[in-house]
């Protein structure tokens, strides 16, 4: 099989080119042949990329319409895997070609005009479709413009609307959980074309387990920025009447502003920020830790650190969220608590706390539940599976 990926980007940066990279170099070693159409590099090992994508073609400032149909030629794919990519001309010429084509559904972006479904004044969950109401009350034309410049950008919802219909036609659309199938339903994408494939996380190391011993340890870890509610955690943690300690592994703009409401709520010596922390350091948290809090407030299409922290057998405490409950079972592998309960959520955290024994319990079921239902080997053979059906599939003409 010859498969050409197309991603905005070039290299490692986040969950989207972790997952696009590991796929891909996983479908190579199965014997296929696998290539590239991209947006500019990273800068971060960019030469592994390079070792897995054998035939690469760049995108540009130019008519990337004219690249994509010159990739296409050059490299006669049997099907094209389109991960994240915004630019409508390239998804345009992909679907005017008649390639059978596969889009994996990371996020939000497709039928979402501010991307992550979710109110950034209110922090309300949108759970409506694409619609006027997008432009009014909810404003979301006018976005913020993480690309530097102006502060602000516009969206267009004529543009949100065709970007919509050009990914209908796809053959088939991958997402990771049952809430993420419902949102594209809900956008009028067929059911019959979409597909449940959820990333699986890196294997945990099967002789570490946490010793769920007096410190009494509540990890969170990943980006700090407003829709993962780390300032939400912080409050509900000042509730709690119990010894404890909390350690923030990650970073970004929200920061600063959870710092400072550590030190309001006089919780400086029991809350410590410690930044970016290498996988192997992670592991030596995992020891210590007696729950693992997930205070995501926007509406996580899966949120792959929960199923990596149950590789190591540790509780999961979280908000309930988006496509969480697709992996969180209540009072079976961790708690899922209702959207911003603060009470409930210190609840749960000090039930753990104090009843180590149930945390253990908890931890060893989300242990089990991870290694039966996101099997590694099996995502892989699931995608190759995938990929031959829709080659064979002919399309009503």
Known sequence: ????????????????????????????????????????????????????????????????????????????PDAVYVHKMADLEVIAALVASGVPLVRMVHDHDIYCMRSYKYNYFTRAICTRPASLYCIFPCLASVVKNSGGGFPLKWVSYTDKKREIALNQQFRRMVVVTTYMRDELIQNGFDPKRIEIHAPVPRMGDPNLRSDFGPRNLIMYAGQIIRGKGVDVLIEALA??????????????????????????????????????????ELKGYYRECSVVALSSLWPEPIATIGLEVMRYALPVVAFDAGGI??????????????????????????????????????????LKLVSERYDFPQYIVDLETMFGRVMREKVPG
């Open 1 to 76: 099989m010859k498969l050409l990926y197309v991603h905005e980007r070039f290299g490692a940066l986040a969950g989207a080119e972790a997952n696009a990279h590991i796929t891909a170099t996983e479908l190579a070693a199965r014997g296929h042949t696998i290539g590239i159409l991209h947006g500019p590099g990273t800068g971060k090992n960019e030469a592994a990329w390079q070792t897995t994508f054998t035939a690469r073609f760049a995108l540009g400032p130019g008519d990337n319409a004219a690249v994509v149909r010159g990739a296409l030629a050059t490299f006669q």
């Open 239 to 280: 509730l709690l009447d119990v010894q404890f300690e909390c350690v923030i592994l990650g970073d970004g703009n929200h920061r600063a502003y959870c710092e400072e409401l550590t030190r309001k709520l006089g919780l400086a010596d029991r809350v410590h920020f410690k930044g970016f922390i290498p996988q192997e």
């Open 325 to 366: 409950k697709d992996w969180l079972e209540d009072g079976h592998n961790g708690y899922l608590v209702p959207w911003m309960d603060r009470p409930q959520f210190a609840a749960r955290l000090k039930q753990l706390l104090l009843d180590k024994p149930l945390a253990r319990q908890l931890g060893e079921n989300g």
